[in-house]
Structures are given as C-alpha cells and as structure tokens.
C-alpha cells in the first residue's frame, strides 16, 4: 500500500490517514459483500435518487447520521476504510503485467484506520478521489467499527446512491457462508487467518 499517496488523497476530502491495519480478524472481503445481506439479518438502509439536485449533501448528511446511531465512530471520529492497492497507479500497472495477476496477493484490499476531520465530504471529493467512490456523485466504500461490531457500506444503486447498515455483521448467516466459501478458495495467509477468526466469532452468536 502506498501510505503517502493514500494520506494525500484522503486529506483532500477530510480524512485523516493513521496507517493499515492489518490481520484484525474483520475480512475485508466478507465486508465487501454485505449488500447481499437482507433486512431479515438486521441490514437497514438509506437511499437518495441520483437526479435529486442535493444528493451529495443528503448522502452526506445520513452517512454521518446512520453512522453515529450504529456505532461506527471510536475516540475521535476514528473507524476503518476497505482500501484497495490499485489506486496506486504504479500497482495497478505492475498487476496487469505480472505473469500471474490472479495471484490473491494482487488482490488482497486492507484496512485503513482514518480520523474523520472537519469539512469532510465523502460522496463528492471523496467519490471523486477514487479513494471512496468512482466519481463525483458516485460513492463506492466499505467500512468498519475498529471492533468489527458493525460495517457501513456506500454504494450506486440504478437510480439511487444509498448507505447501508448492519449491526453485529459477524452474526449474519449469509455472511459466515461466504466466509467459509472464500476460505475454501485461493487466499493470502493473513486473509486466511482473518477469515478463520471470523468464523469463530460467529460461533459465539445465538442460532437463527
């Protein structure tokens, strides 16, 4: 991971950088796909149309909000960011030529811990840094508490662009089943033994 860039970026649209985080038992894969979780899992959402003139500031505004109610936020402001190596242009450029770009170590994203400072804004600088989206507008991210007790997800629906919410994600069935199929796949060691800790913590958590 290039921190220095990763620092850079992310001071343009009001993020402090504190450095990877890494092996936390929190796969960042697992978080990756948490849309895939239904309400009946406790999943809850917000959405706003993307022809709405204010849907940067509205995402804004019920990011931080959801955010809050759900306990994303430790000490000051801090929380973790799924980051991936290809926003290093120079990474990318290397794993499109390398022999074997399939190799899970080309594809492995980490954690980020981060400080929410002020004049933050995350669906429009943010977006537009490809850090936390894929254009002004057009929010794209996946975070976690520092514990793993909750992950948030922005991301662009057909029409919409909308934050999502689940509470205690290690306890989601639908997320321990792609837990166990990633483990049975081709993963990095520190993915494997991230996923493995995750499985144990929802052995911990009342049947369905």
């Keep these: 991971m290039n921190e220095q860039l990763i620092a850079e970026l992310m001071s343009s649209f009001g993020m402090k950088f504190l450095g990877p985080r890494r092996r936390t038992g929190i796969p960042t894969w697992v978080a990756s796909v948490m849309t895939t979780v239904g309400p009946g899992e406790g999943r809850y959402d917000r959405t706003v149309s993307r022809s709405n003139p204010n849907s940067v500031e509205i995402f804004n505004r019920d990011w931080y909000a959801l955010s809050s109610e759900a306990g994303l936020f430790s000490g000051e402001h801090q929380f973790l ?17 390398s022999d074997d770009s399939t190799d899970p170590a080309w594809w492995e994203c980490e954690w980020g811990a981060v400080e929410l400072q002020a004049g933050w804004d995350l669906a429009g600088q943010g977006a537009a840094s490809g850090v936390v989206g894929s254009g002004h507008g057009y929010p794209g991210f996946v975070m976690s508490s520092m514990s793993g007790s909750v992950f948030v997800v922005g991301t662009v629906w ?34 494997r033994e991230d996923l493995k800790a995750w499985l144990a913590r929802g052995e911990e958590c009342p049947p369905t």
Aim: proline content about 8%; some cysteine; overall charge negative.
């Design 158 to 191: 057909q029409e919409a662009i909308g934050v999502a919410v689940l509470p205690k994600p290690y306890c989601s069935s639908t997320l321990q089943e792609a837990a166990r199929r990633y483990l049975a796949g081709r993963r990095t060691a520190s993915e």
């Design 81 to 97: 960011v799924s980051l991936d190596p290809g926003i290093d242009p120079d990474f990318d450029r290397a794993r499109e030529a």
